[in-house]
């Protein structure tokens, strides 16, 4: 009788680490793929919502050529062509028509980054409820189980869920919470903004459009995962402060002037 009890609970635990662990391969599987993109359902979380398409369906192509051509229909090396030729034939005579340009692709930015960020927080804290729920359940499982075979099973599968956590969160986000991960990010787009909205009140001769071009790009290259984790680290070496802890997240919010060296 306690032979046979003892196998049941034993399917019962394999049946749900089946369950869970495909649950967790199809979580990591949709973390590597595109971030932002692959879930229409996020557009609501962004500034799309307010316009009647979203803000990010910008042609630089159709910017620098008043209308006239479109590049959302090319790809490769023929947007690459018709770049080129975009950027030659430009009509750009004053720091205005460069400023509208620029201003525009920011805008596309900011929406894109917010959905980004928003996806970043939600694959997290989805991987880690369902993790956290599991081993939840099979701790459980092992305390209410009949049999030291079956109270086994479950504590080893209760384990395997919380390793699985802490990798899933040690090889994606490097054991940072992702709200500190966003907030790193905002925080190095801030700067890299500062410096364009700076630089956008000298002359079209000193400051053309290939610069601002190339100035929105990095801005726009500072949203991701990796500038979020390179700020953040930056953080950690001048303050001194552990990674994914609440510390770090309120050091980022003190006032600037908190951050200056203390005067001899």
Not at 51 to 78: H, M, R, Y
Request: net charge neutral; proline share 1%; hydrophobic share 40%.
């Amino acid at each position: 009788m306690n032979a046979n009890m003892n196998q049941t609970a034993v399917f019962i635990s394999l049946r749900y680490f089946v369950v869970f662990a495909a649950l967790c391969l199809s979580g990591c599987a949709s973390i590597l793929g595109n971030t932002g993109r692959e879930n229409k359902a996020v557009d609501k979380f962004s500034a799309a919502d307010v316009f009647k398409k979203p803000v990010e369906t910008t042609d630089v192509i159709a910017l620098l050529t008043d209308g006239k051509v479109s590049g959302q229909k090319l790809e490769n090396e023929e947007f690459a062509f018709a770049f080129e030729q975009a950027l030659k034939n430009a009509r750009i005579k004053d720091e205005n028509g460069r400023n509208h340009i620029q201003d525009r692709l920011i805008l596309a930015s900011n929406s894109l980054c917010e959905e980004y960020k928003t996806v970043l927080k939600r694959k997290q804290s989805n991987m880690n409820f369902i993790l956290g729920s599991a081993a939840t359940i099979f701790g459980a499982g092992g305390a209410i189980a009949n049999g030291a075979q079956a109270a086994k099973n479950f504590a080893a599968l209760a384990g395997l869920t919380t390793g699985i956590r802490a990798e899933y969160n040690q090889e994606y986000y490097a054991d940072v919470m992702a709200h500190v991960i966003t907030k790193a990010i905002s925080k190095r787009r801030k700067v890299i903004f500062d410096e364009i909205q700076e630089a956008k009140t000298a002359s079209i001769k000193s400051y053309n459009i290939e610069m601002a071009l190339a100035d929105v790009a990095t801005y726009h290259g500072a949203c991701s995962l990796i500038a979020g984790l390179e700020t953040a680290d930056d953080l950690v070496s001048k303050h001194n402060v552990t990674l994914g802890l609440d510390t770090l997240g309120a050091t980022m919010a003190k006032p600037a002037q908190n951050n200056k060296p203390e005067e001899k």
